[in-house]
C-alpha cells in the first residue's frame, strides 16, 4: 500500500504531496526534508529505489520532475514504479506535454487526476480513458457552474452583457 506521494523540483521545492497515512505536520516536514535532500544528492545512474524509515522509496525523474512514492516493504517496488508512469502518462495527456508550471498553476487538476488514480493508497482505476474522461466531465461541470446559461441570457435580454 502507498504511504505517501510527494512531486517536488530539482530545486527541492514540493509541487504537490498526498498522504495515505497520518503523520503529524512536524513528521511530515521532516519526511519531506530528509527525503528531497536525499533523492536530490543521488546521481541520475543510480537505483530509483532505495530504504528509508522501514518504507521503500520509489522515485522517478521526468523532465524538472521529481516523483516520490514510500510503500510498504513487501510492495513490489516495479509495480509502484508503473503507477507513477501511468500518473505521468495521465498528466501529459491532459496538460499536453506536462511541465512544472501546469502542476503550479492547475494543481487542483493534478490532485484530482491522482484521486481518481489512487483511492486510500491503492490503485483504483487503471484505465487511462476513464480517469480522462472523469477530468472532462469535471471540467464541463466546472464550466456550467461558472457560467451559467440562464444567467448569461438573462443579462443579454438587459442588455448589459
Not at 24 to 40: C, D, H, P
Not at 65 to 88: K, M, Q, S, W
Not at 135 to 158: F, H, R, Y
Request: a neutral charge; hydrophobic letters at 40%.
Amino acid at each position: 500500500m502507498i504511504q505517501y506521494v510527494l512531486l517536488f523540483s530539482r530545486q527541492g521545492k514540493v509541487r504537490l504531496q498526498k498522504w495515505y497515512q497520518a503523520f503529524t505536520q512536524k513528521e511530515k516536514k521532516k519526511i519531506q526534508r530528509e527525503l528531497v535532500a536525499t533523492i536530490l544528492a543521488r546521481r541520475t545512474k543510480m537505483c530509483n529505489f532505495l530504504e528509508y524509515r522501514e518504507l521503500k522509496v520509489v522515485y522517478k525523474r521526468y523532465a524538472s520532475l521529481y516523483f516520490c512514492v514510500a510503500v510498504e516493504p513487501g510492495d513490489n517496488e516495479l509495480i509502484t514504479l508503473e503507477i507513477v508512469h501511468r500518473y505521468v502518462e495521465l498528466l501529459d495527456k491532459y496538460f499536453g506535454s506536462v511541465c512544472e508550471l501546469d502542476i503550479i498553476f492547475n494543481f487542483e487538476k493534478a490532485y484530482y487526476m491522482l484521486d481518481e488514480l489512487l483511492v486510500g493508497g491503492e490503485l483504483q482505476e487503471s484505465s487511462k480513458r476513464n480517469i480522462i474522461r472523469a477530468v472532462t466531465a469535471q471540467d464541463m461541470l466546472q464550466e456550467e457552474t461558472e457560467n451559467p446559461k440562464g444567467a448569461l441570457s438573462i443579462l443579454e435580454e438587459i442588455g448589459l452583457a
